[in-house]
């Protein structure tokens, strides 16, 4: 893995009901016209769930109490600077989702979302592990002219971003 620094700057969560992922259809950069999950930038003062659960409160309308801290995703190459995410997961309550201004809120099943070329490239590689409920781990990306290369990863310590 690479030895640079790699800051914390976003959450994403993958809501789950049943079989079914809540994905976002994204209106914007980054991945533009490309499905991801609910998620963006950490705010000064806030914890990674404590962004997480704002977010998912912000662009869905459900209000989570908790969620499940699954790993770090950090990149090289990509549209954004080196950067980091703690990526989440949790069940979604009952209700309809409300107009997202970030894009097209769906709930799609999850093999769709493992294998659709227009889901974000790495997803495949990460969601899996996490929705499987397997110990957190570090996911680093590779990116060259907006395409995935190569990724690694390593078992993380769960304890130090779940709070």
Sequence with gaps: MSSQTFPLLYVLCFLTRNDQILMLHRNKAPNLGLWNGVGGH??????PLQACLRE????????????RFGGLVTWEGFEFPLGGMAVFTAAAPEGSLPPCVEGELAWKPRQWVFSAPDVVSNIPLFLPAMLAGEPA????????????LEHEERPLLPHLYDK
């Design 42 to 47: 950490i705010e000064a003062g806030e914890t």
């Design 56 to 67: 998912v409160r912000e662009e869905t309308g459900f209000t989570l109490s908790s969620a």
């Design 137 to 148: 781990r570090t996911f680093h990306f590779f990116y060259r002219g907006g395409e995935l």
